[in-house]
């Protein structure tokens, strides 16, 4: 009978002799007590090692990080697109309180006047999608009868409830001109104002916090694509925030007290330039989510008018028509930052290659550095 069509188990004795460099004896002869599926398991189990000097190696295979039959390890996260426009309005209303001091402090009432009243409404907004994503108004009101400073979801519902009210004193504050001057609507009158700058510079100093908190509560999830940005999106989340702060100045106010907001614009877009870039560049392959599929085609959306928007406002700053394109340019911009940014941890938790691959490389590293302190 020829080799070919010989039974397995002759085959694999001859192979395991030959591993033995003959020590075993005869090709047929069995080990008493031990199957030849026991030899398989032994040879497995003893790994790298050789036998019989210069025999063949046996290895186990490296062990590999799958998921059951390419399903998600990560269950994807439940929110919605009213995360996403929560993300976005609460940059405005923290870029907006920001113009609005700016404003204030250098006497510019346009300005001033633009970025109070668009503080008010986008934080207004920004509670609305965030009761919306909790389901019921009674939910938002438990997440202050305890202050956690260990959880960004706490700790940014307490930052929406200080930023608030003071938003809207600020811009109720810019109504005080149109009340009467008599009676009690003329106390209003002249105490609304002293009492709106206090509010305006409260609203302010809450406003980065404001800004950025939302990049920690992404960062702080499991999921791999935020949590590997932990560095740059609150860098990224300023810089956006910024720039759409900016645009409510070009786009409100008039181009002569439209200076800050110009020099707003300008730094807010590199910022936010610069970190985007280092997202989509800097993380492995957590950066394939931001480069692929609709969230890049969102983030390319973004820098093309976010660097459009800048631009304009620099060379626009005679033109009314100019700076108010500008400043949409950088609404639409900080925008499709927030979904691009939204949409690209979602995708990557829907992929397990970009919870198992790190995982390995992780593993890998951990035993290079192991070895190296052996040595």
Same mark, same amino acid.
Do not use: C, N
């Given at each position: ?24 004896? !005869? ?12 030899? #398989? ?30 399903? &998600? ?40 006047? !633009? ?21 019921? &108004? !009674? ?10 400073? #260990? ?60 800004? #950025? ?40 106010? &008039? ?61 626009? $700053? $005679? ?51 192991? !070895?190296?302190?052996?040595?």
């Amino acid at each position: 009978m020829s080799s070919e069509h010989q039974p397995v188990g002759d085959r694999f004795r001859r192979f395991r002799d030959r591993l033995d460099g003959g020590r075993s004896g !005869a090709p047929g002869r069995q080990l008493s007590g031990q199957s030849d599926a026991g030899l #398989t398991a032994a040879s497995g189990r003893r790994g790298g090692r050789r036998r019989g000097g210069g025999g063949e190696e046996l290895r186990v295979p490296e062990a590999e990080f799958t998921s059951y039959y390419g399903r &998600p390890v990560l269950k994807p996260p439940v929110w919605d697109w009213a995360i996403a426009a929560y993300l976005f309005t609460g940059g405005l209303a923290a870029g907006s309180s920001l113009l609005a001091a700016g404003g204030q402090l250098t006497d510019r009432p346009a300005l001033r006047r !633009a970025g109070r009243v668009t503080a008010l409404a986008a934080v207004a907004a920004s509670t609305g999608f965030l009761i919306a994503d909790l389901g019921r &108004p !009674a939910r938002f009101h438990h997440m202050l009868r305890v202050a956690k400073l #260990t959880s960004p979801m706490s700790v940014g519902t307490w930052i929406l409830a200080a930023f608030g009210p003071a938003a809207g004193v600020a811009a109720i504050a810019e109504a005080a001109p149109l009340l009467p001057e008599r009676g009690v609507s003329g106390l209003a009158r002249r105490v609304l104002p002293p009492v709106g700058q206090v509010a305006g510079l409260a609203a302010a100093a809450t406003a980065p916090a404001l800004a #950025t908190y939302t990049a920690v509560l992404l960062s702080d999830t499991a999921v791999p694509s935020w949590h590997e940005a932990y560095r740059e999106l609150p860098f990224l989340f300023a810089g956006s925030a910024l720039a759409s702060g900016a645009a409510v100045g070009l786009i409100g106010a &008039p181009p002569e007290q439209g200076a800050p907001a110009r020099r707003m614009a300008v730094v807010g877009a590199a910022l936010e330039l610069a970190a985007a870039h280092r997202v989509e560049t800097g993380l492995g392959l957590l950066s394939e989510p931001y480069r692929s599929g609709r969230p890049g085609r969102l983030m390319s959306a973004a820098r093309a008018l976010t660097v459009a928007g800048a631009a304009g406002a620099l060379v626009g $700053r $005679r033109s009314r028509l100019v700076s108010a394109i500008s400043g949409v340019a950088l609404l639409a911009a900080s925008l499709a930052t927030r979904f691009g940014v939204f949409h690209a941890g979602v995708a990557s938790s829907r992929d397990p290659k970009y919870t198992v691959v790190p995982q390995r490389e992780r593993l890998e590293r951990r035993r290079q550095a192991a !070895a190296g302190t052996g040595d």
